[in-house]
């Protein structure tokens, strides 16, 4: 599947692309051709982009973020990987400059998002099927729109799709700092559910602590915090939490999973410790916790042909950012030239996302 989505993301100036062959347009593209661990494979290069086809339409992408699922990719360790050459990143916002003849779902001057993982969005321009992209609306704020689609969906979804929660009920998740966390935290608040929201120890923590309770957080505590004293004051003021969401694995994972109400689930959806999770058996035997996995990536290739559902989904984030109920994630904006800052920062421990800036 991957595969053909990099091929309809026309452009590969090295044999990508089912469209026209003569170039009519180069781009910039952050390109590598090998995995590896260290990250120094990425190189930026000059792109060829093919005319545009009758069904296609090309973009000036505008801002990309550097994501973990993005660095797994070029070290070789995500369960999809692209052909090479490669361009590195998933998520981004571009402005449709051109349009083919036959594209009616999209105009000139609309912002778009890719439907799918592996569209390679670290480029200044690409053409690719207007099947493959989703509209954004323009009164969203440039941040938003291009860290709207991986994210704040995921955190949507999970939210959603695996308890039935309602107002007043209790979310835990540890990561809470990470870009899904903060989406976690306000999405939560928005449909009237308590968080309680685990963050690893830091320099600088009652300045984070005090940044996610601006962002809607409940309750924010250390995970060696947790591990000391438990949830213990915090349920006198919010019931016992039935929905876990795991970033992090390992120990950390292990308690949020024991601070869960008889009958939770604990969906993992990130690996960021590299540390298998840690189960109880007694959670399982005597609590009757229910241990998923959610992938943003799969939800949306199962729901590939429901448009609506996924457009509808966007939509409900997009309608939320413009009530000012979510906002981006903290982020850095990286001019582009400047990747490499952007892509160590990233695999740095207590940074903020990192966005890059094409134009
Ligand atoms: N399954 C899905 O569909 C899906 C979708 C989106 C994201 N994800 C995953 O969710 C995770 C978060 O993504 P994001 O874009 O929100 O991340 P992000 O904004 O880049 O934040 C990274 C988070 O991971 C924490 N972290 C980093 N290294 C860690 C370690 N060794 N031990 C514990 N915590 C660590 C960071 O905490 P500090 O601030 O303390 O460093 C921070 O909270 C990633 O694993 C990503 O792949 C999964």
């Keep these: 599947m991957l595969r053909s989505v990099l091929r309809r993301v026309l452009g590969g100036g090295q044999g990508w692309g089912a469209g026209p062959r003569r170039p009519i347009q180069s781009c910039s593209a952050l390109v590598y051709r090998k995995h590896g661990p260290d990250l ?3 190189r ?26 993005d660095i797994n990719m070029m070290q070789g360790t995500y369960p999809i990987l692209p052909e090479f050459p490669a361009v590195g990143g998933n998520e981004g916002m571009g402005e449709v400059v051109e349009v083919g003849a036959g594209v009616s779902s999209v105009r000139v001057g609309d ?13 200044t321009e ?15 704020s440039l941040l938003g729109a291009s860290t709207v689609s991986v994210n704040p969906c995921t955190a949507y979804r999970m939210l959603h799709d695996f308890q039935h929660l309602r107002p007043g009920d209790t979310v835990i998740q540890n990561g809470a700092n990470s870009a899904v966390g903060q989406a976690v ?54 019931p016992r939490p039935r929905l876990g969401l795991n970033c992090v694995g390992g120990v950390s994972g292990g308690l949020v999973l024991t601070s869960l109400d008889s009958g939770g689930t604990l969906v993992t959806y990130g690996g960021m410790a590299k540390k298998p999770l840690q189960i109880p058996a007694k959670s399982l035997i005597f609590q009757n916790i229910s241990l998923k996995g959610f992938w943003m990536t799969q939800w949306k290739r199962n729901n590939r042909k429901d448009f609506h559902l996924l457009q509808s989904m966007v939509d409900a984030l997009c309608a939320m950012l413009r009530s000012g109920q979510l906002t981006p994630p903290t982020c850095v904006l990286v001019p582009f030239q400047n990747y490499r800052q952007a892509i160590q920062a990233t695999v740095q421990p207590h940074q903020c996302k990192q966005v890059l800036l094409m134009h």
């Design 40 to 42: 120094d494979q990425l």
């Design 44 to 69: 930026m290069e000059q792109w060829d982009l093919p005319a545009v086809g009758a069904h296609s339409v090309r973009l000036q992408i505008l801002a990309a973020p550097v994501n973990p699922a």
């Design 111 to 123: 912002w778009v998002i890719p439907v799918d993982a592996g569209f390679g969005t670290w480029r």
């Design 126 to 140: 690409a053409v690719c099927d207007a099947a493959d992209l989703l509209s954004v609306p323009r009164d969203v």
């Design 185 to 238: 935290i306000q999405i939560a608040a928005a449909l009237g559910l308590r968080t309680i929201n685990i963050v690893r120890d830091r320099p600088n923590y009652e300045g984070l602590a005090a940044e996610l309770k601006a962002r809607g957080a409940d309750h924010v505590m250390t995970e060696d915090e947790l591990q000391r004293t438990g949830l213990g004051h915090i349920l006198q003021e919010v």
